[in-house]
């Protein structure tokens, strides 16, 4: 089966700094273009990052530029979201996922595979 398991979520205080991880199983994450998304009560899915499937490049919602950074490791078949700077509005829970199209986009429309989510609270 194919899945995705996202970890690294807790609570933090504002200022403070996460790590998630986005580990994939029967597929090859490398082969894809990989999103981070995070959802919050009665708000829309908002895409906040990619990093494409060759050429490494990445994108990055204005919300997250500059605090967050996504990254990825080919031999763990892990894709990682170190979140620095964080503020009480980045509290949600965080999703990652595969598109199988070549564009670089953070729009949820194109993703295909969605992990399970991990929760993130930034809260004093």
């Known amino acids: 089966q194919v899945q995705l398991v996202e970890s690294g979520g807790g609570l933090v205080q504002p200022g403070g700094s996460l790590r998630l991880s986005c580990t994939a199983s029967?597929?090859?994450?490398?082969?894809?273009?990989i999103g981070w998304f995070r959802q919050a009560p009665g708000k829309a899915r908002e895409g906040i990052s990619c990093i494409g499937s060759t050429d490494g490049r990445t994108v990055y919602a204005d919300s997250v530029k500059g605090r967050f950074t996504i990254s990825r490791d080919n031999v763990k078949n892990t894709v990682y979201l170190q979140m620095n700077s964080l503020k009480p509005e980045d509290t949600a829970v965080y999703y990652c996922a595969t598109s199988p199209f070549n564009v670089l986009t953070t729009s949820p429309s194109v993703y295909r595979s969605w992990g399970q989510g991990t929760q993130v609270t930034v809260s004093s």
């Open positions: 029967g597929f090859t994450l490398s082969y894809s273009t």
